[in-house]
T-cell receptor, first 112, second 115 residues
């Protein structure tokens, strides 16, 4: 069966520090991968999605970047965090077009 | 702006009652999906309904889709305290292209079921 791992679960970082969140998927190949951010437990904002290795599409211009160095690995990064980067970050995968998303358990990021 | 908007924002009911949540969207879709999120956790997929379907059932869940009104509803029958969670609708656009496979989520409905 397929599983998705996302870490760390919580993170507290000072303003101006770098960020690296990692997500890996097991049990499937060539998944679509996504990074979402959720503010205050409400709606999800799509940040990045990827349909293949090295193929990244950015939805919202901002302080973050994403990379997909391997088929089932998706990384969210920042060189210098801002206070506004605080939030709940969710990684997800899907198999194919218009298929359901399968989410990781999320990372709670607090920038202080 | 968000494609899907849920209504109500919050719903509080007693165990055993039915809960109905609504979702409206703006543009043509390929499918509409409902997700559930327990506090502090990731979202869990509940049900997917395609644009050519009008109703779908899964256990105690019933989803309807009215493409002429661009709206959908999620009905949870005989609710339980364990159904307490946030519920989100998400829409997949009709055509791929640069929006290949991505979903747009609404703001969610917070459901509280009192025992």
């Amino acid at each position: 069966s397929q599983t998705i791992h996302q870490w760390p679960a919580t993170l507290v970082q000072p303003v101006g520090s770098p960020l690296s969140l990692e997500c890996t998927v097991e049990g499937t190949s060539n998944p679509n991968l996504y990074w979402y951010r959720q503010a205050a437990g409400r709606g999800l904002q799509l940040l990045f999605y990827s349909v293949g290795i090295g193929q990244i599409s950015s939805e919202v211009p901002q302080n973050l970047s994403a990379s997909r160095p391997q088929d089932r690995q998706f990384i969210l990064s920042s060189k210098k965090l801002l206070l506004s980067d605080s939030g709940f970050y969710l990684c997800a995968w899907s198999q194919g077009r218009n298929s359901p998303l399968h989410f990781g358990n999320g990372t709670r990021l607090t920038v202080t | 702006s968000q494609q899907g908007e849920e209504d109500p924002q919050a719903l509080s009911i007693q165990e055993g009652e039915n809960a109905t949540m609504n979702c409206s969207y703006k543009t043509s879709i390929n499918n509409l999906q409902w997700y559930r999120q327990n506090s502090g956790r990731g979202l869990v997929h509940l049900i997917l309904i395609r644009s050519n379907e009008r109703e779908k059932h899964s256990g105690r869940l019933r989803v309807t889709l009215d493409t002429s009104k661009k709206s959908s509803s999620l009905l949870i029958t005989a609710s339980r305290a364990a159904d307490t969670a946030s519920y989100f609708c998400a829409t997949a656009l009709l055509f791929g292209g640069t929006s290949y496979g991505k979903l747009t989520f609404g703001q969610g409905t917070i459901l509280t079921v009192h025992p």
